[in-house]
């Protein structure tokens, strides 16, 4: 066995500028300063996830080089792109939650394939769920509450006389 395959590397072993690199730019329209402090926090904890798992897929993909055998590299390199697509679908759960203000508790039943399927999945929760303490109820549209109904022409005669006789 060569010294590669004896000394196996670990996230703990990995250089520490590795793992707190750069996170990603936000996506345009994203405005992160109108987010509350907790939520950046919140924010900032899911990305320094998601560049901890680049950084194990990195190292997965070193140690598959020095592999003999192509099923357990096929298999390697399966295994870290399901942990940087399952970290990359909690992320993007963690940020629509906070963008429409769902309780910490609905976040992880956004579901979907794609990320506009899970934000139409996001706002029909954000709809259902309690409201926030900003945010005031919406309005149920079948107990009423809209525009008046329109008035018959015999009431708008009834007003315009009474106006003009005020």
Known sequence: MTDAQDTPTTPETSP??????EPPEPAPGNDESALPEWARGEL??????????????RELKNQLAGMADPEEAQAAIQLAHDRLAETEQQLTRERLGRKYGLPD???????????????????ALADLAPTAAGRPPRPD??????EPAPLSPADRFAQIIQTRLR
Do not use: S, W
């Not at 549209?141 to 809209?146: D, E, K, N, S, V």
């Open 105 to 123: 508790a609905l976040i992880p039943r956004i579901e979907g394939e794609d990320e506009e399927a899970m934000e139409r999945d996001a706002k």
């Open 141 to 146: 549209p079948l107990q009423g509450g809209g």
């Open 16 to 21: 520490p500028d590795a793992v707190h690199a």
């Open 44 to 57: 900032t904890r899911a990305r320094d996830e998601a560049a901890r798992r680049r950084v194990q897929l």
